[in-house]
């Protein structure tokens, strides 16, 4: 029986990862610290003996018994709350605990996948990204503890490869979404749906005008699978070619929900990204590999998991009045940069 280490299996995608790997006949080694992670993402799989739980910072030494077939490291804040909350974490967890997988990789000889980022592009200059570009990043911005820790991260992984001859994939993760992720970690798809069951009104930030691209989490996890069973270790795009501006993503919410909330605007934050859309014609050539979950249907999924789990719900603390149209100088600021 094939044995697979998942860092950070306690989180978002690392839980339907070990999901998968479980369904398709692996003994799964979850590890996380539960700083971001939730025993509740996991909890209906520990009646599984061939799961495994290990709570551990994997920026201290990793040890685990008998062979290892593969090891995924997703272990990373990875939301903007949590990485501006927790600066040094996420650059400890980027290189120290990249460095400490890619050792065990070393030693047992195992494929290493590293969960790398969009935001390795930063604000980017190049639209869609593709994997060749090299970004346009702030290193002592604030979004810089996570963008850089990524970008470290993906280079030490490169180097073991090069020079260890480890056995390597990176898969560049646009903006996923789905069931398990925290309503409260500052992401849209999650802040839109908890404003929508708190009956408040949406938050857009700036004029609105900045673009995303949202990937069900389904289809996330089988590139990633493919990716992992490929030959190729350079940096690979996943995520949904379709492109959407946050002010009409706020207006699609609201209509897919039946939502009585209105829009509301705020300062855009620091190194926000204008633009974000993947080029996947790597992925689609190499893996044979197309997000298949259309927009709506998996908004649809995802609002009801987040329905059943109002408890995860909190109430959103006091903030300053929101302005009710797009405030001029942010709009401006926005078109500007």
Not at 248 to 267: C, D, E, H, N, R
Request: with cysteine; net charge positive.
């Amino acid at each position: 029986m094939k044995k697979v280490l998942i860092t950070g299996g306690a989180g978002f995608i690392g839980s339907h990862l070990c999901e998968r790997f479980l369904e398709e006949g692996f003994a799964v080694i979850c590890m996380d610290n539960l700083v971001t992670g939730n025993l509740q993402n996991i909890g209906h799989l520990f009646k599984n003996e061939r799961f495994t739980f290990i709570k551990q910072d994997v920026t201290n030494y990793i040890y685990v018994e008998g062979e290892v077939a593969y090891i995924l490291h997703f272990a990373s804040p990875a939301s903007p709350i949590d990485y501006l909350n927790l600066p040094i974490q996420t650059l400890k967890v980027g290189s120290l605990g990249t460095h400490k997988a890619l050792g065990l990789a070393k030693e047992k000889k195992a494929r290493f996948l590293l969960a790398s980022t969009s935001e390795v592009y930063g604000d980017p200059l190049v639209h869609p990204q593709r994997e060749d570009y090299w970004g346009n990043v702030n290193p002592i911005g604030p979004r810089g503890v996570y963008d850089e820790a990524k970008r470290f991260a993906e280079a030490l992984t490169m180097a073991y490869h090069r020079y260890h001859g480890v056995d390597t994939r990176i898969v560049r993760i646009f903006n996923t979404y789905g069931p398990r992720m925290r309503i409260d970690d500052g992401r849209v798809v999650p802040t839109f749906m908890a404003q929508v069951l708190r009956g408040e009104d949406l938050t857009v930030f700036g004029d609105g005008s900045q673009t995303r691209s949202f990937c069900y989490i389904s289809d996330l996890i089988e590139g990633i699978v493919r990716l992992l069973h490929s030959n190729y270790h350079e940096p690979v795009n996943l995520g949904n070619p379709q492109e959407l501006s946050i002010l009409s993503f706020a207006q699609k919410i609201i209509g897919l929900t039946g939502s009585k909330s209105k829009i509301v605007y705020q300062p855009l934050p620091v190194d926000d990204p204008k633009v974000r859309r993947p080029d996947i014609s790597l992925a689609t050539k190499l893996l044979g590999w197309t997000p298949r979950v259309p927009l709506d249907e998996g908004l649809k999924m995802t609002f009801e998991y987040f329905r059943e789990h109002m408890d995860r719900v909190p109430r959103k603390k006091a903030s300053p009045k929101p302005t009710r149209g797009a405030p001029k100088k942010a709009a401006a600021r926005s078109k500007a940069r």
